[in-house]
């Protein structure tokens, strides 16, 4: 049997059809971006189908970029761009921030991404990008021993991040890190945790300011690789540990 010739001849689902028309009629001007679309109720009409398959057709232009939706408000045309792709797929992607395999991969995407960060801010920073880090140094400062140190430990990251001065990188960057970091078990000792972190950032910035590539790029590395080991759960001990051994 030909499976992919069956596919192709298949009759295709209603959503996917409604999803189509409207995504052509979005690029061919018909709706301009950020034009109103038709309600739920016009479009029932017009496509002759129930309000959740049209309501299944929206949801996957969302998914493409071609909707944007609001609580209350009627849906509204747009055209895809990288950024809003990224963002109408990051809830999907954050469900797997449970599994710790999954979670240790985000991880390593957040660390490749702001290693080069640190590298390419020590290299080109100006000096209003600089005095950005530093008020963002300075809140972190503020904040060691509170509630408020991780929004602000976010900052600093962020205003890192943004002298690449990639959006795709900035939505990436924005889309994951604060949930990430909300998902990390606590420390035993935050107050101590929270002066570690400080220390790292105030040398990562010192070494952007400076100007050494090497070093930002290393103090990053190592920073975010202590941060996530040190929330690691230790392993359990054996039955025998502690007591007895036997041999």
């Known amino acids: 049997m030909d499976t992919d010739a069956d596919d192709i001849h298949a009759p295709r689902r209603t959503p996917d059809l409604i999803a189509d028309t409207l995504i052509g009629e979005i690029r061919g001007g018909v709706f ?5 679309l038709p309600t739920e109720r016009d479009l029932c009409e017009r496509f002759s189908a129930s309000r959740p398959t049209v309501r299944e057709a929206l949801a996957q232009m969302q998914m493409r970029g071609y909707l944007t939706a609001g609580a209350g408000k009627r849906p509204r045309a747009t055209l895809p761009s990288i950024a809003t792709v990224l963002r109408g797929t990051g809830d ?5 921030l449970g599994d710790a395999e999954s979670g240790a991969h985000l991880e390593q995407m957040r660390q490749f991404i702001e290693t080069g960060a640190a590298r390419e801010a020590a290299k080109r920073a100006d000096n209003i990008q600089l005095a950005k880090l530093q008020a963002a140094l300075e809140k972190n400062f503020d904040a060691v021993g509170t509630a408020d140190f991780a929004p ?16 795709v990188i900035l939505t990436l960057h924005d889309m994951f890190v604060s949930t990430m970091i909300a998902h990390r078990p606590p420390t035993p000792n935050p107050l101590r945790y ?33 941060s996530y080991r040190a929330r690691l759960k230790a392993p359990q001990l054996s039955p025998e ?7």
Not at 161 to 167: K, R
Not at 218 to 225: A, E, G, N, Q, S
Not at 241 to 247: C, F, I, S, V
Request: proline share 5%; charged share 25%.
């Open 152 to 167: 602000t430990d976010i900052a600093f990251h962020r205003a890192l991040v943004s002298v690449v001065g990639n959006p």
């Open 92 to 96: 999907l992607i954050r469900e797997v």
């Open 194 to 226: 929270d002066r570690i972190a400080y220390d790292e950032h105030r040398e990562i910035y010192q070494a952007v300011l400076d100007g050494d590539v090497v070093t930002a790029t290393d103090v990053m590395d190592r920073h975010l690789t202590r």
């Open 32 to 36: 301009a971006p950020e034009a109103p």
């Open 241 to 247: 540990a502690g007591g007895r051994t036997t041999h």
